[in-house]
């Protein structure tokens, strides 16, 4: 035998290659061996039939909540990521300098989805949402946070600040000060959470840098992408062509079909499509990575488009495109198994505006490092 794993006869998508069409794809040793228009079955120990199904590189999520138990917010992370067809996920801001370690031991060592994390700057992380971690700004301690960044850089990716009101006061900017700070000194990228921020939003993405990341960029509250005519502000146009990254993070309260309609039809479109997965939206409107998805099918975004925005374009933003977000030969060995249904779909977005959608993503299947996910074997 000459593969461990043949996928056969799926719809292969894959930006990173141009590739958009019916393609067996053979992995061996955890890896991508082969993709060609037609492998044998003969070649390969085990044959997994795609016909009929699409097939992309291991989608990556780069929002979640993983910090099960010890913050607000998370989640048991395999329940909501591999289990639903994400082999890699980012955890934004869960976790800060005090209390990374057992993040570090108990969460992302231990979990089957691949796990990185954005480090908070404020050294508590997301502990309660009723106190903001930057309300204090005694909290975001640069020294601890790049100290931390630099000694965990295996799962550290860059850092996180959270800056609305509600979580900053009116800190924003020298939080903003302090997480590009942290940031430069680990060689990592900036995440903000924003809206309803006590600085016009303007200013804020002013201060950002080629790379840097604004989630919940189509908000439906205040200091958004749109003014109050529903024109995308210029501002935020400049920003994304010098290399900001205006990203989904859907979440419970942080995306509106109304903003993203809009800013659409203004050819504003996001640069990634995350869904901000944590424990009080897994039941929605969020459910999963798939199901934000395919409401950018429903905006009219093509499927190619769509996945790009969770496969090539996620993996480069995290510094990944090298092993993930392609099925390249010699790319680690994470394939997604889609299903597209045609029939009379419910999605809903955080404003709770549902709306009627005739396709909808389905996942089907997951493989990471070559292996089919199955978790009841394990």
């Known amino acids: 035998m000459t593969y461990d794993l043949l996928v056969k006869g799926g719809r292969v998508v894959d930006p990173a290659q141009e590739l958009n069409a019916t393609r067996d794809v053979a992995l061996l040793d955890g890896k991508i061996a082969a993709i060609e228009e037609s492998i044998p079955e003969t070649s390969a120990r085990e ?10 590189p291991g989608l990556i999520d780069l929002h979640v909540h993983a910090f099960w138990g010890a913050t607000a917010y998370g989640m048991e992370p395999d329940i909501g990521n591999i289990a639903k067809g994400v082999t890699t996920a980012l955890d934004t801001g869960s976790a800060g ?4 370690l057992a993040f570090r031991k108990y969460v992302l060592e231990r979990s089957d ?9 404020s050294a508590m992380g997301m502990i309660w949402p009723r106190i903001g971690e930057l309300t204090d700004i005694r909290w975001a301690d640069v020294q601890e946070a790049v100290r931390v960044g630099r000694e965990n850089r295996d799962f550290v990716l860059g850092i996180k600040a959270r800056l609305s009101r509600g979580y900053a006061g009116e800190n924003d900017l020298e939080a903003l000060k302090r997480t590009i700070e942290a940031a430069e000194a680990i060689d990592g990228f900036v995440m903000i959470h924003v809206k309803d921020t006590e600085t016009p939003l303007e200013e804020i993405t002013a201060m950002l840098r080629p790379g840097d990341v604004v989630t919940h960029a189509f908000h439906g509250k205040s200091e958004g992408v749109l003014d109050g005519a529903g024109k995308v502000i210029d501002r935020f146009r ?8 205006f990203d989904i993070g859907h979440g419970s309260g942080s995306f509106s079909f109304r903003v993203a309609e809009k800013a659409l039809a203004q050819e504003f479109l996001p640069d990634n499509i995350s869904s901000d997965l944590y424990n009080s939206n897994v039941e929605g409107p969020v459910f999963d990575q798939v ?11 093509p499927l190619y488009e769509v996945i790009r925005r969770s496969t090539e374009i996620t993996a480069r933003i995290m510094g990944l495109e090298d092993s993930l977000g392609t099925l390249k030969v010699g790319a680690e060995g994470d394939v997604t198994i889609l299903r597209l249904d045609e029939g009379r779909f419910t999605l809903t977005d955080s404003e709770r505006v549902s709306v009627e959608a005739p396709q909808k993503l389905n996942h089907v299947r997951t493989i990471k490092s070559g292996r089919i996910y199955c978790p009841w074997l394990k």
């Open 113 to 121: 989805t691949r796990l990185f994390a954005l480090l908070n700057i």
């Open 238 to 245: 400049e920003d994304q062509q010098r290399g900001v990254i």
């Open 97 to 100: 300098a005090s209390n990374f």
């Open 291 to 301: 199901t934000t998805l395919s409401k950018f099918l429903w905006l009219g975004l």
């Open 47 to 56: 044959v997994l039939d795609a016909t009929d199904l699409i097939v992309t």
